[in-house]
């Protein structure tokens, strides 16, 4: 069973920089598309950005297209986050997650192709 480990998030002022890490263990997550999602206050957990397992494909949000970038190191069983010129509507719980089946095509935004998640860091934007 593999866990999910994010850290990284904080409070930034509005235009600033935050690089958000997940590290995995248990088992490697070389062979799984990996995805970042977010959940504001109030709101549903909604997609952010998803890389596949060779990291040749990413997928991204309309809100991060531009801003965000999803990279990963599957030597050291992580995946990152890159946010510039954060908003304050970025403000929300990031959790990062593990695609349900290895070796799975085009990255996916749908929660549902996700089974496991990390339990979150905050990210708080100020205007």
């Known amino acids: 069973q593999v866990q999910l480990v994010e850290s990284g998030g904080g409070l930034v002022q509005a235009g600033g920089s935050l690089r958000l890490s997940c590290a995995a263990s248990?088992?490697?997550?070389?062979?799984?598309?990996m995805g970042w999602f977010r959940q504001a206050p109030g709101k549903e957990r909604e997609f952010a950005a998803a890389i596949s397992w060779r990291g040749g494909s990413t997928r991204y949000a309309d809100s991060a297209k531009g801003r965000f970038t999803i990279s990963r190191d599957n030597a050291k069983n992580t995946v990152f986050l890159e946010m510039n010129s954060l908003k304050p509507e970025d403000t929300a719980v990031y959790y990062c997650?593990?695609?349900?089946?290895?070796?799975?095509?085009?990255?996916?935004?749908?929660?549902?192709?996700?089974?496991?998640w990390g339990q979150g860091t905050q990210v708080t934007v100020s205007s």
């Open positions: 997650a593990a695609d349900r089946q290895p070796n799975s095509g085009l990255p996916s935004g749908y929660p549902a192709r996700y089974d496991t």
């Open positions: 248990g088992r490697t997550v070389s062979s799984y598309t």
